[in-house]
């Protein structure tokens, strides 16, 4: 078996709005074979950029673009073709959108490996420790505490019982941000809530929040600082009072290592679409291996979402399972089967592979760029 094309598919959605919502738009990378298998993977980034890193003619040895390194592979090699995509795009990669890139195509692979062998991903991976996990309603702030307080009674009236609550308008002042976390907690009631800061702190003005949101038991505070901040979160989280959450923009092994050698977080959130599976192995070892929790994160298409429960149900301690819940036609219909959470649990799937199908007509309805 032979990788014979790489397809990169973009799709876009009409009205695209302002907020800091990735399932507006996707990339997705289709691995073909020459005996008619295909897997599926997707990348979390500017759908544009991945797409020219796939598409990329050979500039020199160690600045390639994907497409042609994979072509003519054995594409149930993914640990080897992750080292040879990783050496020969060292000009370029190496860290954010270069290793991305990298996961989306090794996702697919994972998928085409589950379905060559009938098996699904969470087997490949080495067995799944749970049949589902709970799930979380994970969505944006409203405007101010009433809004937020609407929201959060909508998603426990869906069957939710924990939401988690993000970005913009925290941060604006003391105030707004003390005014958001308790209009969650009054409309979640006894439900568990976590708070999504959005990167907008220093480590003293964080300090001071989580001291001031402890009063609502939130589970977590996510993202208090700067992404790449890593003295602020040993700093933070040695004196918090809440738990420290963060990870998501981390793509890869190279970028979580620092993070786990310093034991900086509490609960570290890893992306199949910033990781891949195969380096997303390597953090669930390394996290455990340091008593650390792990969750995903995931706010695109229902591919990152199989790709995540697959991964999460292999962990020792998956104790929750964002669960997006932004209402876009990419997150409901890009896939024949819905992989959303019932009751707020989100089930494993058993089918081979990732488990889910493209359909193929909304692929075509949405679709603004493709190569192969
Ligand atoms: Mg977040």
Same mark, same amino acid.
Not at 61 to 68: D, E, F, S, V
Not at 92 to 119: C, E, N, P
Not at 120 to 144: Q, T
Not at 237 to 257: N, Q, V
């Given at each position: ?26 990339? +997705? ?40 390194? +994979? ?121 568990? %809530? ?14 001071r929040r989580a001291h001031a949101f402890a ?20 700093? %933070? ?27 900086? +977080? ?25 008593g650390a929790r792990l969750c995903n994160h ?35 219909? %890009?896939?024949?089967?819905?992989v959303q959470s019932v009751n707020g649990w ?7 592979? +990732? ?18």
């Amino acid at each position: 078996m032979k990788i014979a094309q790489v397809v990169c598919q973009i799709l876009r959605i009409p009205n695209i709005t302002a907020k800091t919502a990735s399932s507006q738009d996707s990339v +997705l990378v289709r691995v073909r074979t020459d005996d008619g298998l295909e897997g599926v993977g997707e990348a979390d980034s500017s759908p544009e950029v991945v797409k020219a890193i796939i598409d990329a003619p050979f500039s020199h040895n160690i600045a390639c673009g994907l497409r042609q390194l +994979l072509v003519g592979e054995n594409p149930l090699d993914h640990e080897r073709l992750w080292q040879k995509m990783y050496r020969r795009t060292m000009y370029f990669g190496r860290t954010a959108v270069g290793i991305t890139a990298m996961s989306a195509v090794d996702m697919a692979l994972w998928d085409l490996k589950g379905k060559a062998f009938g098996q699904p991903i969470h087997r490949l991976l080495g067995g799944k420790r749970h049949d589902r996990v709970r799930g979380y309603a994970s969505i944006l702030f409203g405007r101010d505490g009433k809004e937020t307080a609407d929201i959060a009674r909508r998603w426990v009236k869906a069957g939710y019982t924990a939401v988690k609550f993000g970005w913009e308008p925290m941060g604006t002042s003391e105030a707004v941000d003390i005014d958001l976390v308790r209009g969650a907690r009054e409309g979640l009631g006894d439900a568990t %809530l976590l708070i999504d800061a959005g990167c907008v702190y220093d480590a003293r003005t964080a300090l001071r929040r989580a001291h001031a949101f402890a009063e609502y038991k939130p589970e977590w505070f996510e993202e208090p600082l700067h992404e790449a901040d890593i003295d602020g979160y040993v700093w %933070l989280r040695d004196r918090s009072p809440l738990p420290i959450a963060a990870g998501e923009g981390e793509c890869g092994r190279e970028s979580f290592r620092p993070l786990i050698d310093r034991k900086a +977080l509490d609960v570290y959130q890893v992306d199949i679409s910033r990781c891949g599976f195969t380096d997303a192995s390597y953090i669930r070892a390394r996290v455990e291996e340091i008593g650390a929790r792990l969750c995903n994160h995931c706010y695109t298409s229902p591919l990152t979402v199989a790709a995540s429960i697959h991964w999460l149900s292999t962990c020792r301690d998956a104790f929750l399972f964002e669960d997006c819940v932004e209402d876009s036609p990419l997150r409901h219909d %890009l896939t024949h089967e819905k992989v959303q959470s019932v009751n707020g649990w989100m089930e494993v799937p058993d089918r081979p592979g +990732l488990g889910v199908t493209l359909d193929e007509a909304f692929v075509q309805k949405y679709l603004v760029a493709e190569s192969k």
